[in-house]
Antibody, heavy 125, light 110 residues
């Protein structure tokens, strides 16, 4: 059974870069079967899709965050990572990584399962 | 990127059925059969309940069902139980490899 686990600092200073890693166990990220994604949830708020990556290295991100987001793969460690630059207090959130399944006939991504446990990141000086 | 529209809250009594709506546009919900629904308890990880609009993952109760009409998707929970009290989020593919979530609905079981 595939499991995902986020890791990274819980506190980031304003204007710096937030960096998180998701380690996948029980399955390989070097597979054409899924995308690998990041989602966040501001305290007491809803879910926001950040972006996802395919095993080829192709990345896709939320237009509202696109200029600040970098998602990358490290297949040797079975990990993928998120970097979010120029953070502000509005980026304070629980950050989740999740496996993203797609519709086989179109490669259109559709549903997130499973999810990691989440990593709370606070942006504060 | 605007979110999908969900009611902030719904409520029902045990044994009743409730429906949570998720309204998008012809560019997302209305154009793709790729709506998913997630259940989230406070402080917990979201759980997939419905995918591809109406399919249930293994282990999810058949009291949960999904449907779509036009630009609005719906999640129906029948025979409401106390354990169903949680937040529910819809999500839709929106084209060009982008996805949108709804704002979330708090379900109260009275």
């Amino acid at each position: 059974q595939v499991q995902l686990q986020e890791s990274g600092p819980g506190l980031v200073k304003p204007s710096q870069t937030l960096s998180l890693t998701c380690t996948v166990s029980g399955g390989s990220i070097n597979s054409d079967a899924y995308y690998w994604s990041w989602i966040r949830q501001n305290p007491g708020q809803g879910l926001e899709w950040i972006g996802h990556i395919y095993y080829t290295g192709s990345t896709y991100s939320n237009p509202s965050l696109k200029s600040r987001v970098i998602i990358s793969l490290d297949t040797s460690k079975n990990q993928f990572s998120l970097k979010l630059s120029s953070v502000t207090a509005a980026d304070t959130a629980v950050y989740y990584c999740a496996r993203l399944s797609y519709k086989s006939s179109s490669y259109d991504p559709g549903w997130f399962d499973p999810w990691g446990h989440g990593n709370l990141v606070t942006v504060s000086s | 990127q605007s979110v999908l529209t969900q009611p902030a809250s719904v409520s029902g009594s045990p044994g009743q059925s409730i429906t949570i709506s998720c309204t998008g546009t012809s560019s997302d919900v209305g154009n793709y059969k790729l709506v998913s629904w997630y259940q989230q308890y406070p402080g917990k990880v979201p759980k997939l309940m419905i995918y591809e609009g109406s399919k249930r993952p293994s282990g999810v109760s058949n009291r949960f069902s999904g449907s779509k009409s036009g630009n609005t998707a719906s999640l129906t929970i029948s025979d409401l139980q106390a354990e169903d009290e949680a937040d529910y989020y819809c999500c839709s593919y929106a084209g060009s490899n982008t996805l949108k979530f709804g704002g979330g609905t708090r379900l109260s079981v009275l």
